[in-house]
């Protein structure tokens, strides 16, 4: 079962953009997003380590890596998506 540990850090992306998109919603500036993606994945990664037995980091220092890692993915992720669709 060490696939759920990937898993968890794809779930963590996946919340770090929906904390993002509402983000957009609010009248914050757009510029920190990755910011707040970032700091929202390593406070997931940090709840990652103690939660998930399989989670693919066993220190605070490499949860908190693996999780912000995750959240600057997801505003990757969405901008990639966005530039494809410009063309």
Do not use: H
């Not at 904390?19 to 390593?42: D, M, Q, S």
């Amino acid at each position: 079962m060490e696939w759920m540990g990937m898993a968890g850090v794809a779930a963590i992306s996946v919340i770090a953009w929906l904390v993002g998109e509402t983000v957009k919603l609010t009248a914050l500036e757009n510029r920190w997003i990755p910011v707040i993606c970032g700091f929202t994945g390593g406070l997931l990664g940090l709840a990652g380590m103690y939660t998930m037995p399989e989670f693919p980091a066993s220190d605070l220092m490499s949860a908190a890596a693996v999780g912000i890692v995750s959240g600057l993915a997801a505003t990757g992720a969405d901008q990639i998506s966005r530039q494809m669709r410009k063309q």
